[in-house]
């Protein structure tokens, strides 16, 4: 039976290096496993992965991005603070050192020029045709609607302009508010009959029997808020404490909406998701704790079930 191959890759700012280091200990175990991929999707963070995936970057490039990069991508200055009234009037970070660390990655690249098929999504707010705000994904398949002539690095800045935390892009946020976990995106763009399906075979979408998904989560976040009948306003559902409330709700609740759907018309023959619990919480801006994601992915993780789904339903 033909197979066709998605990698899924999950938002999560610099939690970004935990899927890295994942996806490395998996082809250590696996080797050649990621080089089958059809399709690589990605969020924020994961969209960044995808795209420089796709690129032909390696994952050992990919995570020097994060550990060597990941301070500068999130400076912080006491101006910067003052200037936004520290963050109520203005995103915590802005979008300069991002944007040049993402264009000196992936230069100039168009989706069209990638090695690979890629979704990225993003939120478009404002569509000057049918002026409403929706969501965006964009791909580089053949078909009336494709992206392929946009370059990568701006997909990478759309789809990573969180709430908050950076500015918009263009007219762009994070994908994160619709698609955290784009694995259910990715699926049903592979049954969109007007786009061909690169290296598949004549027919113009797998069957469902013949899709292999894997999913890669950038850690389940032990983030809660004890008591019962809460009366929230605006203040508080934007921000308690170090938390961010209805952000994290929706990221953390759209993907495991996500893993719950591919479950259910996958099932465990052709889908695997690995989102490690962490045992403490790390924001998407806690550059600091990279050695502690490094650490998980290496030391805590146990890859022994999804090693011999890869070996069995992957790859043969």
Not at 2 to 24: E, K, N
Not at 279 to 294: A, S
Request: charged share 25%.
């Amino acid at each position: 039976m033909a197979r066709y191959r998605i990698l899924s890759l999950d938002g999560g700012g610099i939690r970004g290096l935990l899927s890295v280091v994942i996806l490395q200990e998996l082809e250590k175990k696996v080797p050649d496993w990621l080089s089958r991929v059809d399709l690589i999707a990605g969020t924020s963070t994961g969209g960044i992965i995808a795209l420089g995936l796709a690129h032909g970057l390696t994952l050992a490039e990919l995570r020097l991005l994060y550990y060597d990069k990941g301070p500068i991508i999130f400076k912080d200055t006491l101006w910067d603070n003052l200037r936004d009234l520290f963050g109520l009037i203005g995103a915590e970070y802005g979008t300069e050192n991002l944007s040049r660390e993402l264009e000196n990655l992936l230069q100039r690249t168009k989706l069209k020029e990638l090695n690979q098929k890629v979704l990225i999504s993003a939120f478009d707010m404002y569509d000057p045709e049918q002026q409403i705000w929706k969501p965006k994904f964009f791909h580089n398949y053949n078909g009336e609607d494709s992206d392929g002539d946009e370059e990568a690095y701006k997909v990478a800045l759309y789809t990573s302009a969180a709430p908050t935390y950076f500015p918009w892009v263009d007219r762009f946020i994070d994908g994160g508010v619709v698609a955290s976990n784009p694995s259910m995106v990715a699926l049903t763009q592979t049954q969109d009959e007007r786009n061909e399906l690169s290296n598949f075979r004549d027919e113009s979408r797998p069957k469902i029997e013949e899709l292999r998904l894997l999913s890669i989560g950038t850690g389940m976040v032990p983030y809660h808020i004890e008591g019962e009948n809460r009366d929230w306003g605006y203040l508080q559902w934007v921000k308690w404490g170090k938390k961010k409330p209805i952000i994290d709700i929706v990221l953390q609740g759209v993907a495991g909406v996500a893993d719950y759907q591919c479950q259910q018309l996958l099932g465990k023959d052709r889908y695997r998701r690995i989102s490690p619990a962490l045992t403490r919480p790390i924001g998407m801006d806690d550059w600091q704790e990279r050695d502690e994601l490094v650490r998980i992915a290496e030391k805590d993780v146990d890859l022994s079930e999804v090693t011999a789904w890869l070996e069995n339903s992957w790859m043969n």
